[in-house]
């Protein structure tokens, strides 16, 4: 190359990189989401329903175009530091999307407490990036695992059960939500006879359902989600549990499950941020134009991924694109009312939703709304200090 235009070429990206900070370039979204295993139609829900967002903003958010990066995390904890530094690194992304699985998302807070990265975080409950790991770069845009749990522990407890058996994977996402059903359920008198657990994300439940049929509890509280979900609904019934010990859950075991689950996941009473059926006219625009979009209906992971990318367009049209203003940026979101499909809802001091959390029953294939669980529920973020 000549002198010229070497010396052309240089000005070019030094300009870009002056764009960049002042905002004014495109704004890069890396999407680190499962596209693979047993949550991989959660994460293309959570990208549908980002993208949905954007594109009702004309492709652009805060004034700035935005261009996406992806990584597949496979739900891989082990693998999570390397994936979050591709994007942040390597990529040099502005904002950390991510993810469903909750052992990732703790890795990915690591990344963007230690990198000043922003971090959406558009499904995974796990209860330490709401609390010990809180962060002003860090919100989440979907519930921490102890919400729903907490929530179903009050209704089966007002239900009349007294002993329960809880079945769940060995994670943190399983430990989380069975606590904090396990806190609720015992405060008003309950007790949790037996806590059945297996590795994620292992489907071999048939030696915990006989023991479940042999100890006869009277009622089982469940976290499953996926694949794995459709599964176990599908071999509890096969068991010959269904009708005998009534299944409830977080809403998880049924959402953007029905359609494989079939009738055997009929009557399910869950707990969950979203419903089918809401009488709310945003998420009727909402489902309408997720349906024309992409042909599916939407569950709640496309909810939280259409809420995600709202939070970044209320903190970036705050700061007027310029990421560089993080003060600002929490501010406005701290302060904002996020008009969500599941209703509107706030952000606690952890950056966490403090939202209604939802009774549902399935019926005709729909998570149908039967009323209010528990009303602006927040997590109590024990451990935060910001
Ligand atoms: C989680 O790992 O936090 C998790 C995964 C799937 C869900 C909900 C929570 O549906």
Known sequence: MKPT???????????????????????????????????????TAIENG?????????GKLGGREVEFFKVDDESDPAKATDNANKLVKRDGVDVLVGTVHSGVAMAMAKVAKDSGTLLIVPNAGADAVTGPMCAQNIFRSSFSNWQPGYAMGEVMAKKGHKNVITITWKYAAGDESVRGFKEAFEKH?????????????????QALLTEIAAAKPDAVYTFFAGGGAVKFVKDYAAAGLKGRIPLYGAGFITDGTLEAQGADADGMLTTLHYADSLDIPRDKSFRLAYAKTYKLQPDVYAVQGYDAAQMLAIGLNAVKGDLAKKAEFAAALEKAKIDSPRGAFTLSKAHNPVQDIYLRQVGQKENKFIGVAVKALADPARGCRL
Do not use: H, W
């Open 189 to 205: 008198g309950g007790k949790v006879t037996k806590e059945l657990s297996l590795p994620f994300p292992n489907v071999e439940f």
């Open 5 to 43: 235009r070497i010396a052309a070429a240089l000005a070019l990206a030094a300009l870009a990189s002056l764009a960049q900070a002042q905002g004014t370039g495109k704004v890069k979204v890396g999407l680190m989401l499962p596209y693979t295993g047993t949550f991989a139609s959660l994460g």
């Open 50 to 58: 980002f993208r949905l967002y954007v594109a009702e903003q004309g």
